[in-house]
């Protein structure tokens, strides 16, 4: 099995991808897409702001997506 996504990289997604983020109909408010460093994509979904703070961001849940690896798509940022 396969470990999850680096938190570095979860970051790094959220940070990198919050300006492209799409609204998410279940559990949390938004949802963005990254790219690990293996080259596999994943979906990571989150509120933002938390309680008020703009700078606070309550991660729900990171999964990777079932069509995870292949060339990575234009609309994702890069992840440094």
Same mark, same amino acid.
């Given at each position: 099995?396969?470990?999850?996504?680096?938190?570095?990289?979860?970051?790094? #997604? /959220?940070?990198?991808? =919050?300006?492209?983020?799409?609204?998410?109909?279940?559990?949390?408010?938004?949802? @963005?897409?990254? +790219? !690990?460093?293996?080259?596999?994509?994943? #979906? /990571?979904?989150?509120? =933002?702001?938390?309680?008020?703070?703009?700078?606070?961001?309550?991660?729900?849940? @990171?999964?990777? +997506? !079932?069509?995870?690896?292949?060339?990575?798509?234009?609309?994702?940022?890069?992840?440094?």
């Amino acid at each position: 099995m396969e470990p999850g996504a680096a938190q570095s990289e979860v970051q790094a #997604a /959220v940070r990198d991808a =919050h300006s492209l983020r799409e609204p998410n109909r279940g559990e949390a408010d938004w949802r @963005v897409h990254g +790219l !690990r460093a293996n080259g596999r994509r994943f #979906a /990571v979904i989150y509120d =933002h702001p938390v309680q008020g703070q703009r700078n606070t961001v309550r991660i729900v849940s @990171v999964w990777t +997506l !079932r069509s995870a690896v292949g060339p990575q798509p234009s609309w994702l940022p890069q992840l440094s």
